[in-house]
């Protein structure tokens, strides 16, 4: 990229001088002069008045020349950033995840991988729909997804996982039960045939029904999936039903109206799992960013199971 023209107008009016120009940029002065003067013939308007060997810009060509130093600046920063790329000083890792945990995902994972790679663009997709992440990961526009469960079709890897927490209404009967008995722990078996209420973008009614009874053991057919947890917990304190959240959601909720309880024996569940097709391996630069994931989470023991035949 060479932007010859920009370059000569450009220095000609810093230098105001056709020889010391001339000299600056390393050509003859009658050459920078004929330069010049074919590039007004083709523009059809005078860059420059000339007046006692000093070259002054005209008003046409002060706006010419304005728009020459942002393309030469655009060039220079295009020239530096492919020398970067070219010594492999510098890379890309695009990153798929659902809104709902950009906002306690992203600030735990992002600081720490930029300050071991400081020179490496992070691209972040975020999405309303689980299944978009599928489709993002086939057309292999990520690197891989952050996901709360695993991915069939996809090699997925468990990354945290911890107890789920019991929501129900203050004055429910759950609530006034434990409170009169509050030895007899709550579990799965006491939640058989209520009504569940899950929070999803992606998931229908029938899908929390097998998901309650894989993961947890209760059976029900009362499962109502909605988007917002403000209106999941506004119908808790309705006593309309009830809620299994992660455990650490209970800091970003307003629980007023609401309690919490324990479900014993205590069940974990999958919160951050990262899925990658297993036909495809990671860039350097993507595995860096899963081990920064691993090592913030604290990733025990690397789990990975493979999807891709379910």
């Not at 001088?17 to 004929?34: D, H, K």
């Not at 030469?72 to 920063?77: A, D, M, N, S, Y």
């Not at 952050?146 to 759950?174: A, N």
């Amino acid at each position: 990229m060479e932007l010859k023209e920009q370059k000569y107008v450009v220095t000609l009016a810093d230098i105001g001088n056709l020889t010391r120009a001339a000299g600056i940029l390393g050509i003859s002065q009658p050459a920078l002069s004929l330069y010049i003067r074919n590039l007004e013939n083709n523009l059809g308007k005078e860059l420059f008045s000339r007046e006692n060997r000093r070259m002054t810009p005209t008003y046409f060509g002060e706006v010419y020349i304005n728009h020459a130093r942002s393309i030469l600046e655009i060039g220079k920063r295009f020239l530096d950033e492919m020398e970067y790329v070219k010594h492999g000083a510098k890379g890309k890792v695009t990153l798929g995840l659902c809104a709902h945990s950009s906002a306690s995902v992203l600030p735990d994972i992002l600081p720490p991988f930029q300050a071991q790679f400081p020179d490496v663009d992070i691209a972040i997709r975020e999405v309303q729909d689980e299944r978009d992440l599928e489709e993002l990961l086939e057309d292999r526009k990520i690197d891989f997804a952050l996901v709360d469960r695993t991915m069939p079709g996809y090699k997925t890897e468990i990354i945290k996982e911890e107890p789920v927490v019991l929501l129900v209404g203050e004055d429910s009967p759950l609530a006034q039960r434990q409170k009169s008995d509050p030895s007899t722990p709550i579990s799965p078996g006491d939640l058989n045939h209520t009504r569940i209420l899950m929070e999803s973008t992606s998931h229908d009614d029938s899908y929390f029904v097998r998901y309650l009874k894989d993961n947890f053991g209760i059976i029900t057919s009362q499962v109502l999936s909605l988007n917002s947890m403000d209106t999941i917990l506004n119908l808790i304190r309705k006593n309309y039903g009830i809620t299994l959240i992660p455990k650490h959601q209970l800091e970003t909720l307003d629980l007023r109206g609401v309690t919490p309880f324990d479900v014993l024996p205590e069940t974990s569940v999958k919160t951050l799992c990262v899925a990658f097709a297993s036909n495809g391996e990671l860039s350097d630069f993507a595995q860096g960013l899963l081990t920064v994931i691993e090592d913030v989470y604290g990733t025990p023991n690397r789990k990975e199971k493979d999807e891709t035949q379910e």
